[in-house]
């Protein structure tokens, strides 16, 4: 069975300052895949990035950036210079091998007040 | 815009009815998955059809059903309703049916049962 864990239920920021959202999975599969995705308040599921388990480049797409490591199981995700329009539920998901379903970790609400 | 649409957006109805939600993926996926997103469960996969057939079922309930079309949209039937039923659900698509290419969600359906 696949579980993603988002220990961080919320985090508060003021423009311009960094956030990083952890996401810590569990899987027994050797090929999985990891994702995440942005709630904003109109409540769309946007898709952000997705990571296959051979791949451990971290990855940077304009003020964003995702850690990836495998020795403990993390996937996380940091927004740079944080702006109001990053508030959001931010959602890491997992989705194994023969696994065609996206488990959902709980989600982060990240607030980014002006 | 995913390119997934979601209809009707909001539906309010009362315990013991049924309802049909829409969903039109996007051009070109033959893949369809179900979503529901609760206050208390979170995002929690429901079923998912490929060209047709249905291909994985996760915590569906039996007074939920669901089909995909030769057009390849999908209707999820929601059936005697309970309050506990309210909920946002979410329609993903993508391309294959399994891992190689990532979900994209629809806006949702937000259906309120009173």
């Known amino acids: 069975a696949q579980k993603v864990t988002q220990a961080q239920t919320e985090i508060s920021v003021v423009e311009k300052e960094d956030v990083t959202l952890d996401c810590v999975y569990e899987t027994r599969d050797t090929t999985y895949y990891l994702f995440w995705y942005k709630q904003p308040p109109s409540g769309e599921l946007v898709f952000l990035i997705r990571?296959?388990?051979?791949?451990?480049q971290n990855e940077i797409s304009g003020r964003y950036s995702w850690n990836f490591q495998k020795s403990t199981s993390s996937f996380n995700f940091t927004i740079t210079a944080s702006q109001v329009v990053d508030s959001a539920v931010y959602f890491c998901a997992l989705s194994g091998e023969n696994d065609y379903k996206l488990s959902f970790g709980a989600g982060t609400t990240v607030t980014v007040r002006a | 815009d995913s390119g997934v649409t979601q209809t009707p957006k909001h539906l309010i109805t009362a315990t013991g009815q049924r309802v049909t939600l829409r969903c039109s993926p996007r051009?070109?996926?033959?893949?369809v998955y179900w979503y529901q997103q609760s206050l208390d469960q979170g995002l929690q996969f429901l079923i998912q059809?490929?060209?047709?057939?249905?291909?994985a079922k996760g915590n569906i309930l039996e007074r939920f059903s669901a089909q995909q079309f030769p057009d390849l949209h999908s209707e999820l039937n929601l059936s005697s309703l309970e309050l506990g039923d309210s909920a946002l659900y979410f329609c993903?698509?993508?391309?294959?049916?399994?891992?190689?290419?990532?979900?994209?969600f629809g806006n949702g359906t937000r259906l309120t049962v009173t």
């Open positions: 993903a698509s993508s391309v294959e049916a399994g891992n190689n290419s990532p979900l994209h």
């Open positions: 990571r296959n388990s051979f791949d451990e």
């Open positions: 051009s070109g996926d033959l893949s």
């Open positions: 059809y490929y060209n047709g057939e249905e291909r």
